[in-house]
Nanobody, 115 residues
Framework: QVQLVESGGGLVQPGGSLRLSCAASGIIFSANAMGWYRQAPGKQRELVADITTGGSTYYTDSVKGRFTISRDNAKNTVYLQMNSLKPEDTAVYYC?????????WGQGTQVTVSS
């Protein structure tokens, strides 16, 4: 059974930083591309960043230069380092494993950027 457990969310002031972690189990982690998505109230879930098995990355335009996705295959964990946070980054952030049967999702972690 696939389990993805996110952590690291919280309340931060504008300009601050957070590091999200997603620990995976039940999959061959190194064989799966991984992604971070977010969903703000009243909005659709959107892709924030993802990373292939080979380490290639993609970022949505609004986070380029501020967020960094990385993975540690030895720890079965994917990270999202978020710097220079803005109020519009406020959302529930979800980790996803890209599987041939479709995405597997974590439960999400709340990120709130507010003064």
């Amino acid at each position: 059974q696939v389990q993805l457990v996110e952590s690291g969310g919280g309340l931060v002031q504008p300009g601050g930083s957070l590091r999200l972690s997603c620990a995976a189990s039940g999959i061959i982690f190194s064989a799966n591309a991984m992604g971070w998505y977010r969903q703000a109230p009243g909005k659709q879930r959107e892709l924030v960043a993802d990373i292939t098995t080979g380490g290639s990355t993609y970022y949505t335009d609004s986070v380029k230069g501020r967020f960094t996705i990385s993975r540690d295959n030895a720890k079965n964990t994917v990270y999202l380092q978020m710097n220079s946070l803005k109020p519009e980054d406020t959302a529930v952030y979800y980790c996803a494993a890209y599987r041939t049967s479709g995405h597997s999702w974590g439960q999400g972690t709340q990120v709130t950027v507010s003064s």
